[in-house]
């Protein structure tokens, strides 16, 4: 329950879009920086969940899963074409901001969630987007792209200012630890002893990285309300992914019936979308996208 004086919002639809993308980074970053280093190290994370030599690796992972299945739910949950193409545009604009956040991770998963088959299969949903729809999901996408092993994403996850937070998308990180692994065995076939030290550096030195990132910290002026642990939007997200429950001024169902009634009433104009990495402008150029008013 929102603490008193906090804004208290219906659903993550009348959420501030900004102030919902704060939190949802601040929450995952917490999720990343309960991954031990050694955890990293030991590079586990193919072996069966009863060993538990990667528990929180894979909770990230289950998060990850939760968050992209929510996010295309969200969508397929719409009552209207119009008004699925009003949260694929929402959820659209929280991933713009998640980016400027530096959360790779939670832009991935909302990413994935929009790309996946029930989404693509939405003809009509996706005929009732904006003209520039596709242009603003094909930029986001590249930032976490698969091209040249994650080039791009990795680039920006290594421009990432001292001291500031940064929420990576773990797949390329175990993959590379995976591969750094098998490499290392397979050089050192028989001397345990030597393979075993020279796997270990090999292993440190991809996973140095991200240990540095674990020791980021939100702050106020670069962030903005990212840097609070708690708000009355981490209620709206937790309540999604793990099934909690929370008080709101009216349910679900409402706000999206008003988000609805809204989209029929008139079509409003939507601004140009944010497309510059890392950075989408200043708080007058994003508009409605900062804001959170309704597309």
Request: glycine residues 6%; hydrophobic residues 45%.
């Amino acid at each position: 329950m929102p603490a008193p004086g906090e804004p208290r919002f219906a659903s993550w639809l009348s959420a501030p879009v900004r102030m919902l993308a704060e939190q949802w980074a601040r929450l995952d970053f917490a999720a990343f920086q309960r991954v031990p280093v050694e955890e990293l190290l030991r590079a586990g994370f193919d072996d069966p969940r009863y060993k538990h030599s990667a528990d929180a690796v894979r909770a990230c992972i289950d998060r990850f899963n939760a968050e992209s299945l929510w996010a295309a739910s969200e969508v397929m949950a719409a009552p209207s074409p119009r008004a699925r193409a009003a949260t694929y545009m929402r959820l659209l604009a929280v991933a713009v901001w998640l980016r400027r956040l530096r959360d790779y991770f939670g832009l991935s998963a909302i990413l994935t969630g929009l790309r996946s088959g029930p989404i693509k299969r939405l003809h009509l949903t996706h005929a009732a987007l904006p003209a520039d729809a596709a242009e603003l999901e094909k930029d986001l996408s590249k930032t976490v792209s698969e091209a040249l092993f994650f080039t791009r994403y990795l680039r920006a996850l290594a421009a990432t200012p001292p001291g500031a937070a940064a929420t990576p998308y773990l797949a390329p990180h175990t993959q590379l630890l995976l591969l750094t692994e098998s490499a290392m065995d397979s050089a050192f076939p028989t001397n345990w002893n030597l393979g075993h030290a020279y796997k270990g550096r090999a292993l440190y030195e991809v996973a140095a990285p991200l240990a540095e990132l674990k020791e980021g910290t939100f702050t106020a002026e670069r962030d903005g309300d990212a840097c609070r642990p708690v708000f009355a939007v981490c209620g709206l997200i937790e309540a999604a992914l793990r099934g909690h429950t929370f008080y709101f001024d009216e349910d679900a169902g409402a706000a999206r019936a008003r988000l609805l009634r809204q989209s029929t009433e008139a079509e409003p104009d939507l601004p140009p979308p944010p497309l510059s990495e890392p950075d989408i402008g200043d708080d007058e150029e994003v508009g409605q996208w900062e804001q959170g008013e309704e597309l």
